[in-house]
């Protein structure tokens, strides 16, 4: 078993990361997300290696057509799209050895938590954890709290919970929602102990500025990252919004200065 600064180091850039997500033709549908530009997915290939990403996340049928090699890849073991109505679940579509096959070095599986179905994406995550353990890749848990019982899944509370399931559950990195403000998300932070948290995009913001003033909140609270996708690929210039979140996540810069240079 590699140890746990292996499996994400290829990830990280001084401590810090910003992945490109690219499952929303699955979850959402194509014809909610893309227009025709990035419903191909080469176009987004070239915005995760011309952007600066640290990763990108595709499911296993595009991974198999599309990837190419240039930025580390993390493949999403299950999936679900949007016509189901109910309780939500998502079930395993991909091997973690098929995964790796396609040249993952990481895994991603997306939790419900506090879904009626919750211990069946518990279960499934934890045996995917122990075999990407053996493999040495990266096990990265999406932890959305949804379903009936959730109330505001960006609360303190709710935010926080997800982040400490994904401790407890073994995950390398937990992609949780932001909680709206810096001091909240610390908590979440703090929750999820030596478990990485990346903050989760979410749909297109009103303003870059609004976008970019979460990132920076995030990353104040300590958070590893960011796993962005629709901010990024329906923006209307892909790699200028790139550029300004690398300059807030591993340059430190404000909001201010970004926007500024714009
Ligand atoms: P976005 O930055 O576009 O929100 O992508 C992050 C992500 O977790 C995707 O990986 C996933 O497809 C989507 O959000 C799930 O969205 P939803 O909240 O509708 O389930």
Redesign the pocket.
């Given at each position: 078993m590699k140890s746990e600064h292996n499996r994400m180091e290829v990830f990280l850039k001084n401590g810090r990361s910003m992945l490109l997500?690219?499952?929303?033709g699955?979850?959402?549908g194509p014809s909610t997300?893309f227009d025709q530009t990035n419903i191909d997915p080469a176009h987004i290939m070239e915005i995760a290696a011309r952007g600066g990403f640290n990763g990108v996340?595709f499911q296993k049928g595009v991974a198999e057509k599309y990837y190419d090699g240039r930025v580390p890849l993390i493949v999403?073991l299950n999936g679900k799209t949007?016509l189901p109505k109910g309780e939500p679940t998502s079930k395993q579509t991909c091997s973690v050895k098929y995964a790796e096959s396609l040249g993952a070095k990481g895994v991603?599986y997306?939790i419900y938590l506090g879904s009626q179905f919750e211990s069946e994406m518990f279960a499934e995550f934890g045996s995917i954890q122990e075999q990407a353990r053996d493999c040495g890749l990266a096990a990265i848990a999406?932890v959305?709290p949804?379903g009936a019982a959730i109330q505001n899944d960006t609360s303190k509370e709710i935010v926080s919970y997800a982040a400490r399931a994904a401790l407890e559950l073994g995950a390398d990195a937990a992609?949780i929602k932001y909680t709206g403000d810096r001091d909240s998300f610390a908590w979440a932070v703090r929750a999820a102990g030596k478990t990485k948290v990346f903050m989760?995009?979410?749909?297109k913001a009103p303003t870059e500025e609004a976008f970019l003033a979460q990132v920076k909140g995030a990353i104040d609270a300590g958070a590893t990252g960011l796993?962005?996708?629709?901010?990024?690929w329906q923006h209307r210039e892909p790699l200028a919004i790139s550029e300004s979140l690398r300059k807030i996540i591993f340059e430190n810069k404000t909001v201010e200065a970004v926007m500024a240079r714009l």
């Open positions: 997500a690219y499952d929303q699955l979850e959402h997300d996340v999403k949007s991603g997306t999406w959305y949804r992609k989760s995009g979410g749909p796993a962005v996708g629709r901010n990024v």
